[in-house]
């Protein structure tokens, strides 16, 4: 790496570190800390770091989204701006190596299946409570149902369009519809996250979280199964078999929809095999749609 590459890694750490310690600042303050001009700052907070960083920026000062402050390590930093400073050398290696830094320390607390986001504009600052609370590991307040809830907060969770808050209440994993949630509130009182319940989530790919769940072995045409091979479709898939004619899969849900909404999207290619007592309630809901 080049002297210069070098000085703007150092120069980058030390912007860095300020964000991550919740400081805000000028640009003016900055250039003269660091022994440089307005605009040189400028391109790092706007061109260098923006893109990956969450920061603000009131009418002079720049900032840190709370959520985010404080989450950073010194290694996450360091290697950060070390990035940062050869985006323009190597820019599609700068991109992937920092989206794998964030994922791993800012965004850890959202899964998205799919591209797609519920409109949130309205509230905003209780999705950001929640990423927060998630993110420190405080515990949550909050009405639900009409219901007073108290639970330990482990990811949200953006399916089909919608988001959802997969928790731990009274030690039981459940999931709650973000929409739906009212009268928000983080607590000071911190949680040490259940072992057990952050595996369930970690492994489960379905689209519900549940400690609970249903074996399913399917048996898929020929023609279609190399979408099954080529990316896998369902949660925790498993090739039991594959000839010329079939593909048997093994798949792990938490709830009958999940698999009936695959078997019934690939119809007439797919089968379910087990539990036989799936395939016939899936048999009789076609026969009942077609007698409607």
């Known amino acids: 790496?080049?002297?210069?590459?070098d000085k703007?890694?150092?120069?980058?750490i030390g912007i860095i570190t300020k964000l991550n310690s919740g400081e805000?600042?000028?640009?003016?303050?900055?250039?003269?800390?660091f022994g440089t001009t307005e605009k040189t700052i400028t391109t790092d907070l706007n061109k260098r770091l923006s893109q990956f960083l969450p920061i603000e920026r009131d009418k002079y000062h720049y900032y840190l989204e709370s959520y985010i402050v404080g989450q950073l390590g010194f290694n996450d930093i360091r290697n950060f701006a070390n990035l940062s400073g050869i985006k323009e050398l190597y820019p599609t290696l700068a991109d992937e190596l920092l989206a794998d830094i964030l994922n791993s320390k800012i965004n850890d607390s959202?899964?998205?299946?799919?591209?797609?986001?519920?409109?949130?504009?309205?509230?905003?600052e209780e999705f950001k409570l929640l990423?927060?609370?998630?993110?420190?590991k405080h515990k949550l307040n909050f009405t639900y149902n009409d219901k007073p809830r108290v639970v330990n907060p482990y990811k949200?969770?953006?399916?089909?369009d919608i988001w959802y808050l997969v928790a731990d209440e009274d030690t039981k994993l459940k999931t709650f519809s973000f929409s739906k949630i009212a009268k928000l509130v983080k607590t000071k009182e911190k949680f040490q996250p259940n072992s057990e319940l952050v595996e369930i989530i970690n492994k489960n790919q379905a689209n519900w979280f549940s400690q609970e769940s249903i074996s399913v072995i399917l048996e898929i045409d020929a023609k279609v199964s190399e979408y099954f091979l080529r990316r896998e479709l369902l949660p925790n898939q498993t090739i039991l078999k594959k000839t010329e004619d079939k593909l048997i899969l093994k798949t792990q849900v938490s709830?009958?929809?999940?698999?009936?909404?695959v078997v019934r999207y690939w119809?007439?290619?797919?089968?379910?095999?087990?539990?036989?007592?799936?395939?016939?309630?899936?048999?009789?809901?076609?026969?009942?749609?077609?007698?409607?």
């Open 1 to 5: 790496m080049s002297d210069k590459t």
């Open 8 to 12: 703007i890694a150092i120069r980058l």
């Open 24 to 33: 805000r600042f000028t640009s003016k303050e900055l250039a003269e800390e």
């Open 110 to 124: 959202c899964l998205v299946k799919g591209g797609k986001y519920e409109d949130l504009s309205s509230k905003t």
């Open 131 to 136: 990423r927060l609370a998630i993110t420190i």
């Open 156 to 160: 949200l969770v953006n399916n089909d």
């Open 255 to 261: 709830f009958e929809d999940e698999i009936l909404r």
């Open 267 to 292: 119809i007439p290619h797919i089968k379910i095999v087990e539990p036989q007592d799936l395939q016939e309630k899936l048999l009789n809901e076609l026969n009942n749609y077609i007698k409607a």
